[in-house]
């Protein structure tokens, strides 16, 4: 029997995060034991040089998180929040006038840093030598083990140590959840471009095959491995896909409701969700654009902006601050728990999602699945996702949304092709089956075989 070893490091060391990968990686782990599989699945961490066996990808009950982790979560927020700072200073007088007062600031800012910067080094160092005994036993690797590198593992450590491994016999399989950093780099950060471009070129000629969110990022994969490594080398790999769950698996009726989320509901006027991390590729600028021109022909409409403050968003975020309609048609909640985006769900008009590219987009699932109608851009792997259940509109003109809202508030008919009530789809463990069944199915056949009874990409049910 094969073994799949499922890599979880970053999620295993960073346990608090909660974001579209660690959400998937959580719940795949959680549910590996349950699948009725022919493949032994293991899920593993790289610590201290070596692989580990994860006994509980949580902390255990009790256990708390260690300082090193407490401090690495408030030191990453401390830099985002100084170099939005930075950011802001950048923009006045009179650096606006004088390159060289630039270089001063930048400089100074830069030095001023290193009190971030240097702390930060030392917490994930510590977290990189820290091995919880309760959590992780070292575990030997044996000829024919499968390394299934399910977390983000673009910014680890452990490249040495895997081909190692792959010298050893055992096969190297990627997760690809997009090729955003590639294919659309000025929407990310200029140092994850250049780590996830490395990255790329080491998994190409490392790994023996792929597995992707999606058939249109699977395809876009293939395209782009064959245009750094050729078609010969493309016949010798496989590529294959599978799709994501929808429950929110953090919901917990401890947790408490913010007051604010809970009044917003209340007062009844119909509000529509955007739930996303706040950066430039997921558009939130659109959304301002379109639901100011519902505001201004008397639209009782509310936006309600649901998600953490990511990059390269300070002016998005100043204008959000400074707009009349901020709690009043125009909501903002950043902090938001898990329990907080179920009532969310639950209460709202519709989602709206205008982003410019995704490897799959989550929310819309998790939005269909709870019966919430969506409203996205109209972008390939929506269109997978979605079929005619979603209500599309054009990312190039604001006011094609506007008409959408306006067309649903005074019909009381959702403008898509199909309604939401005869949305299906699979769950977290349907999914995670899914994933190891196209891996154990993909390694069987020969890589140039590539199949066709696995194309099935509706949006009923995959």
């Known amino acids: 029997m094969t073994r ?11 346990p608090h995060m909660n974001s579209g990968i660690q959400r998937v990686v959580r719940n795949v782990i959680g549910q ?26 949580a902390p ?13 979560v408030f030191l990453e927020q401390a830099r985002l929040d100084f170099w939005m700072w930075h950011a802001r200073l950048d923009r006045c007088w009179p650096m606006t006038r004088s390159h060289n007062a630039r270089r001063v600031l930048f400089v100074l800012s830069k030095l001023a ?49 895997a ?84 429950e929110l698996d953090l919901v917990s009726e401890r947790s408490s409701l913010d007051p604010e989320l809970l009044q917003m509901f209340a007062d009844g006027d119909p509000a ?3 739930v996303s991390t706040i950066e430039p590729r997921k558009n939130h600028a659109y959304l301002l654009d379109a639901f100011e021109r519902l505001w201004e022909k008397g639209s009782r409409a509310r936006l309600c902006i649901i998600g953490r403050v990511g990059w390269k968003c300070d002016d998005l975020m100043e204008r959000i601050r400074k707009h009349p309609e901020l709690n009043g048609r125009l909501f903002m909640f950043n902090q938001l728990n898990d329990r907080g985006l179920e009532h969310a769900y639950a209460h709202a008009r519709a989602l709206v999602f205008p982003s410019y590219v995704e490897g799959f987009g989550l929310p819309l699932v998790e939005a269909m699945q709870r019966q919430l109608p969506v409203m996205a851009s109209d972008i390939p792997v929506f269109r997978e996702i979605g079929g005619d259940f979603v209500a599309y509109f054009d990312l190039d003109r604001p006011a094609s949304l506007a008409e959408l809202v306006e067309r649903f508030e005074s019909s009381g008919t959702f403008p898509a092709q199909r309604s939401v009530t005869d949305w299906t789809w699979i769950g977290w463990r349907e999914a995670s089956a899914q994933l190891i069944w196209r891996v154990v199915a993909a390694l069987r056949r020969s890589p140039k075989t590539q199949p066709s009874a696995l194309e099935i990409h509706h949006a009923d049910c995959p």
């Open 4 to 14: 799949l070893l499922v890599e979880c490091t970053y999620v295993f060391e960073h």
């Open 32 to 57: 590996l034991e349950h699948i009725d599989k022919d493949a032994e699945c293991i899920p593993v961490v790289f610590l201290q040089g070596r692989m580990h066996q994860v006994l509980s990808l």
């Open 60 to 72: 255990l009950p009790g256990q708390g998180l260690p300082w090193h982790t407490r401090m690495s």
């Open 113 to 161: 840093s290193l009190g971030i910067t240097l702390p930060l080094r030392v917490a994930n160092f510590c977290s990189r030598r820290h091995v919880a005994p309760t959590r992780s036993i070292p575990l030997e690797v044996q000829p024919g083990d499968q390394l299934l590198l399910l977390d983000s593992s673009w910014h680890a450590d452990f490249f040495p140590i």
């Open 163 to 246: 081909e190692s491994l792959k010298a050893q016999g055992v096969g190297i399989i990627s997760v690809i959840y997009d090729l955003i950093p590639l294919t659309h780099p000025q929407f990310c950060d200029n140092h994850l471009v250049k780590v996830f471009d490395h990255w790329f070129d080491w998994i190409a000629e490392t790994a023996d095959g792929f597995i992707c969110i999606s058939t249109t990022i699977r395809d876009q994969v293939r395209a782009e491995i064959e245009r750094r490594r050729g078609t010969e080398a493309v016949s010798r790999l496989w590529f294959e896909y599978f799709y994501l769950g929808s």
């Open 272 to 274: 529509y969700l955007m």
